[in-house]
């Protein structure tokens, strides 16, 4: 289907790789600091919410502009975001209410990123391979996103709090890259 497809494939499952990471992490971050059900519960929602409040508006955006960089600029968004509880967790400054924050915010990069993903896909591959492409991106949301990360954020939290999300920023700068070498033919206006 073309090395474009491979370039967005890539992309596209490890940065999956990394949010299954933080579908885990997350919330057992937050089971760590407090033994409150509602508070941990809040972690995984807002990691969700997101793609209510702001998914239509995703992709009305990913509509109207270069898809690819915004692929780009979510996913640093993501990595900064990340970085910034890495250092509030190795200072000792985290808190539940950081925690959260980071979660929402993560997810409303997550929904940039997936949004333009999937808008990208009729851009690389031809009309007749878009079924197997569209394919190949949801088996690799679902294998990394729902079934592999998770385990691993949980394996990676055991070792220390702060390893899954190093990972996840790990993942989400190598999905920066990858994305960053597919080359575009412009369309016209």
């Known amino acids: 289907m073309g090395v474009g497809f491979r370039w967005l494939l890539a992309s596209s499952w490890t940065s999956n790789v990394g949010d299954g990471i933080a579908l885990a992490a997350a919330p057992l971050l937050i089971a760590s600091m407090t033994s409150s ?17 702001i998914g239509l508006h995703a992709g009305a955006i990913a509509d109207r502009f270069d898809r690819r960089r915004l692929i780009m600029v979510a996913n640093a968004a993501r990595a900064v975001v990340v970085v910034a509880l890495i250092v509030f967790l190795v200072t000792g400054i985290a808190n539940i209410w950081i925690v959260l924050a980071v979660s929402f915010l993560y997810g409303a990069a997550e929904v940039f990123v997936d949004t333009s993903g999937s808008a990208l896909l009729p851009m690389v591959v031809k009309s ?5 492409g569209n394919a190949r991106l949801q088996a690799g949301f679902l ?25 996840q920023t790990l993942c989400v700068t190598l999905a920066i890259v990858l994305i960053s070498r597919l080359a575009l033919t412009p369309l016209p206006p």
């Open 143 to 167: 294998v990394a996103n729902q079934f592999a990360g998770p385990p691993l954020g949980a394996f990676l939290f055991a070792a220390g709090s702060a390893w899954p999300f190093l990972v």
């Open 37 to 53: 059900p509602i508070l941990v519960a809040s972690g995984a929602i807002l990691q969700f919410l997101p793609w209510l409040l």
């Open 128 to 132: 007749a391979d878009l079924g197997t």
